[in-house]
């Protein structure tokens, strides 16, 4: 924020806490000849009002509230730029990196900052840190056999997962279904761990300028006959002679291959949408699905219960 901006800030909000207890004290004195508790000598539909002061209890709720909110600006970031006395902040402030935050988590607890994400970060850790390890220790299909694991299990995939995959795992246009068995990179639990803790990348090449649009066409019917889908039977032919552009990757017989996380053609599931236009889409432009890495945001001990939670949906 800018000097100026934050000048403003200040000026606006200290000038409204003044003009808060001049209207105070201006309303606890009587300006007026009539004493206390006799008639102003207003009256409407049999209402007379009366010259009574502001209640005692209501007059102090007042000048507590005040002074908190002196003490809260004082000690607290709410003033402009200024940070407070107590150098408290909600969490690492202009992170632009997974490692730009580490960095400042580090430095916050070695200075001894009052940074409130830190501190409860740090606290968690060394609350639910043995529990996590006891769970880590088991295998992954252990795990997926440990009711109480998969619970644990469940709420990381919750806080974590179910941005992309959604709440009940069956993930979206995108996003892979955890549930139907189908595993791009492989399902078993070491390869369910290794997707978690590295990350996967898929580059799925564009082949407009290759094929052209009719090898468009002709591919995408080919590719769909893959999977017993009703075709153009002469597109699927010419789409078949030119296969074996697709074929490094996904195999001459279409049933893909997890090294290279390329797609079983044959099962009729179809991470982008299996629509012909949607088929033409992906091969006409390409896909780049990127799955980030867990490693360092959970550690290995929660990425273990979570692969053992992610095997448990299909075992």
Avoid at 182 to 193: E, L
Avoid at 264 to 283: C, F, H, K, P
């Amino acid at each position: 924020m800018s000097s100026f901006w934050s000048g403003w800030i200040i000026v606006l909000t200290l000038g409204h806490l003044i003009a808060l207890i001049v209207l105070l004290k201006w309303n606890m004195k009587n300006y007026t000849d009539v004493e206390e508790g006799e008639s102003m000598g207003h009256e409407f539909d049999g209402i007379t009002e009366l010259n009574h002061p502001l209640p005692k209890w209501w007059t102090y709720l007042f000048w507590i509230c005040l002074g908190w909110a002196f003490l809260y600006l004082a000690f607290y970031p709410g003033l402009g730029n200024f940070q407070g006395l107590l150098g408290w902040s909600s969490s690492n402030q202009h992170v632009l990196s997974l490692e730009d935050s580490e960095r400042q988590t580090q430095q916050a607890l070695e200075e001894g900052r009052l940074v409130q994400y830190v501190r409860e970060r740090a606290r968690a850790d060394e609350v639910y840190g043995p529990l996590f390890a006891s769970y880590a220790n088991q295998t992954i299909e252990e795990i997926a056999q440990d009711s109480d694991a998969l619970r644990v299990g469940q709420r990381l995939f919750l806080q974590n997962c179910a941005q992309c995959h959604g709440s009940d795992a069956r993930g979206g246009i995108g996003f892979p279904n955890l549930t139907d068995g189908v595993f791009n990179w492989g399902g078993s639990p070491a390869d369910i761990k290794h997707t978690l803790m590295q990350g996967r990348v898929a580059e799925m090449p564009a082949f407009a300028d290759q094929l052209g649009e009719q090898g468009i066409r002709e591919m995408a019917a080919y590719v769909l006959s893959l999977s017993g889908r009703n075709v153009d039977r002469d597109l699927a032919r010419a789409g078949e002679a030119n296969f074996v552009t697709c074929a490094a990757c996904h195999g001459m017989n279409g049933k893909g291959n997890p090294a290279l996380g390329a797609p079983d053609l044959t099962n009729n599931v179809w991470l982008y949408g299996g629509s012909q236009r949607a088929i033409e889409e992906t091969l006409r432009h390409g896909r780049n699905g990127v799955m980030p890495r867990w490693d360092s945001i959970l550690g290995e001990d929660k990425v273990q219960i979570l692969s053992g939670y992610i095997y448990s949906l299909n075992n």
